[in-house]
């Protein structure tokens, strides 16, 4: 065993130190050492008897440097040109589930997409496509919308309701989205003020210039309602919705939303819901200071 690694396996056993500001010290020095110190806190997690204390603080080291290095990837998800929905998804879903990898999570869901990939075809039109998609998705992969009042963290984070097949308004469009531009199709969320899942289908080969309609649609061939089994439905009846609920037409309520706007909906979502859960507050407070890294 090389010396530097003997010195952590020391500092690690010195984590017990009743002595605050040694403790203090030796968990600043291990918490320097990056996502590399992790495997040999492991180690020692796994070895002999622990008392619960220092188990604890064990424990608790590897989540402070999972998250710092979580809100550093994040960050640099910010600041990039690419933007990519996927991996900034990822990133905050691995909050929840920090040993998954985007490999796996893009694995999921790619055998969804080929399921999908295998039915449609280049002959269809942009509706066949759709109700083919919606066919895959909602009845042989039986996905489906949370209750109201059953949502919970687990409904919203992308990897539970791929595994579940279940998960709120919000995730399940998410999901709906990801997987349509995967396959090359121009289907983009759009957040809604009333919480509905809206996708906008874009007008991608200017057929609604051929019928004097470019103007009224916004460049919106249709809109996709993935609360109702991927429902296709026109501007007018997404007005005629927002107008019941008395809500004041926006722009921004019939274009899609920017990557960054859906990741702080996706945050905001998943703060709400462990408002309802024990021992949330924490996780509250981790998750706020995510959205906090868009405000920087």
Same mark, same amino acid.
């Given at each position: 065993?090389?010396?530097?690694?003997?010195?952590?396996?020391?500092?690690?056993?010195?984590?017990?130190?009743?002595?605050?500001?040694?403790?203090?010290?030796?968990?600043?020095?291990?918490?320097?050492?990056?996502? #590399?110190?992790?495997?040999?806190?492991?180690?020692?997690?796994?070895?002999?008897?622990?008392?619960?204390?220092?188990?604890?603080?064990?424990?608790?080291?590897?989540?402070?440097?999972?998250?710092?290095?979580?809100?550093?990837?994040?960050?640099?998800?910010?600041?990039?040109?690419?933007?990519?929905?996927?991996?900034?998804?990822?990133?905050?879903?691995?909050?929840?589930?920090?040993?998954?990898?985007?490999?796996?999570?893009?694995?999921?869901?790619?055998?969804?997409?080929?399921?999908?990939?295998?039915?449609?075809?280049?002959?269809?039109?942009?509706?066949?496509?759709?109700?083919?998609?919606?066919?895959?998705?909602?009845?042989?992969?039986?996905?489906?919308? #949370?209750?109201?009042?059953?949502?919970?963290?687990?409904?919203?984070?992308?990897?539970?309701?791929?595994?579940?097949?279940?998960?709120?308004?919000?995730?399940?469009?998410?999901?709906?989205?990801?997987? $349509?531009?995967?396959?090359?199709?121009?289907?983009?969320?759009?957040?809604?003020?009333?919480?509905?899942?809206?996708?906008?289908?874009?007008?991608?080969?200017?057929?609604?210039?051929?019928?004097?309609?470019?103007?009224?649609?916004?460049?919106?061939?249709?809109?996709?309602?993935?609360?109702?089994?991927?429902?296709?439905?026109?501007?007018? #009846?997404?007005?005629?919705?927002?107008?019941?609920?008395?809500?004041?037409?926006?722009?921004?309520?019939?274009?899609?939303?920017?990557?960054?706007?859906?990741?702080? $909906?996706?945050?905001?979502?998943?703060?709400?819901?462990?408002?309802?859960?024990?021992?949330?507050?924490?996780?509250?407070?981790?998750?706020?200071?995510?959205?906090?890294?868009?405000?920087?």
């Amino acid at each position: 065993m090389r010396r530097d690694n003997i010195s952590l396996f020391a500092l690690i056993e010195l984590m017990d130190d009743p002595d605050t500001r040694v403790y203090a010290q030796i968990r600043n020095e291990l918490l320097s050492q990056g996502t #590399s110190i992790i495997p040999y806190i492991e180690a020692s997690l796994h070895e002999g008897v622990i008392d619960p204390e220092h188990y604890e603080r064990l424990s608790e080291i590897i989540r402070d440097v999972q998250f710092k290095e979580l809100k550093t990837e994040l960050s640099d998800w910010i600041i990039s040109s690419e933007k990519d929905l996927l991996q900034g998804i990822y990133l905050i879903t691995k909050y929840q589930f920090p040993e998954l990898s985007f490999e796996t999570l893009k694995q999921k869901l790619w055998e969804i997409r080929k399921d999908i990939w295998l039915e449609i075809n280049t002959q269809q039109t942009a509706f066949e496509t759709i109700k083919t998609f919606n066919r895959v998705f909602f009845h042989h992969h039986d996905f489906r919308k #949370s209750l109201p009042d059953e949502v919970t963290p687990f409904d919203i984070y992308i990897h539970s309701v791929i595994e579940t097949g279940e998960g709120d308004s919000f995730s399940l469009g998410l999901v709906y989205s990801i997987l $349509a531009q995967s396959l090359d199709l121009p289907v983009f969320k759009i957040i809604q003020p009333n919480g509905n899942s809206i996708l906008a289908y874009l007008d991608e080969n200017q057929t609604l210039s051929h019928l004097n309609l470019t103007k009224e649609c916004n460049g919106i061939l249709f809109y996709i309602n993935t609360d109702n089994l991927g429902s296709i439905i026109d501007s007018l #009846s997404l007005q005629d919705q927002l107008n019941k609920l008395g809500l004041n037409s926006r722009k921004s309520f019939f274009e899609p939303s920017s990557n960054s706007a859906i990741l702080k $909906a996706y945050l905001r979502k998943i703060i709400d819901a462990c408002r309802n859960t024990p021992n949330g507050a924490d996780k509250i407070l981790d998750l706020q200071e995510m959205l906090q890294l868009f405000e920087a």
